[in-house]
Every structure is written in C-alpha cells, then in structure tokens.
Nanobody, 115 residues
Framework: VRLVESGGGLVQAGGSLRLSCAAS????????MGWYRQAPGKQRELVAT????????NYADSVKGRFTISRDNAKNTMYLQMNSLKPEDTAVYYC?????????WGQGTQVTVSS
C-alpha cells in the first residue's frame, strides 16, 4: 500500500486547509484510516480516524469541532478538512492505514499556521 499526502501549506490563524491522502496498491484490504501529526520536538499524535464505511469517526479533543475526516472509497482517498486553524496546529501531518495488522504511513505534508 502506498500513501501520498497533499494539501499542506502556510495559512494564517483562522484559515482553512484540506489535506488529501491517496492510497494505491492493495487498497481493498484497507480498513481503518487515520491522520496523525508531529510538531517539532513532540511525539506523533493522533488527529482523527475513520472506519472503512466512514460511519465511525474519532477525533483528538484539540481538533473536535474544527477538523472533519472523511473518505471516498471509490477514489481510495481520505481527506482532512481543517477549519479555524491555530498556530498550535502547525505540524507535519501523516496519513496511516492498517492492512492485516501492518501500519502503512505516508511521507507527510507540512502545515504551518501563522499568528
């Protein structure tokens, strides 16, 4: 499974960005997908997850009400709509999928929020 993130960039506080994660390879085996982020000097943390059918989602408390995770299985793509961005959201954002208990990660996309 290969994952490619896109959509990161520089935005002012209060702005919005939409991240995409395109999957290729054995995508039929993908179940849950998720977004994680890692800020400089900090551990990688969970941002949001979504089940295969998209019916169940889970968010970190810090992004609830501001971020929305979704997926389009027909396009093998997952999204993260980020609104009301804050400087503390600055990080490299990674997508992750689990296939047969193996984690696959994308290369990451930088999100920088200026104050």
């Amino acid at each position: 499974v290969r994952l490619v993130e896109s959509g990161g960039g520089l935005v002012q506080a209060g702005g919005s960005l939409r991240l995409s994660c395109a999957a290729s390879g054995s995508t039929f085996s993908i179940n849950a997908m998720g977004w994680y982020r890692q800020a400089p000097g900090k551990q990688r943390e969970l941002v949001a997850t979504i089940t295969r059918g998209g019916g169940n989602t889970n968010y970190a408390d810090s992004v609830k009400g501001r971020f929305t995770i979704s997926r389009d299985n027909a396009k093998n793509t997952m999204y993260l709509q980020m609104n009301s961005l804050k400087p503390e959201d600055t990080a490299v954002y990674y997508c992750k999928v689990v296939v047969s208990l193996v984690n696959y990660w994308g290369q990451g996309t930088q999100v920088t929020v200026s104050s």
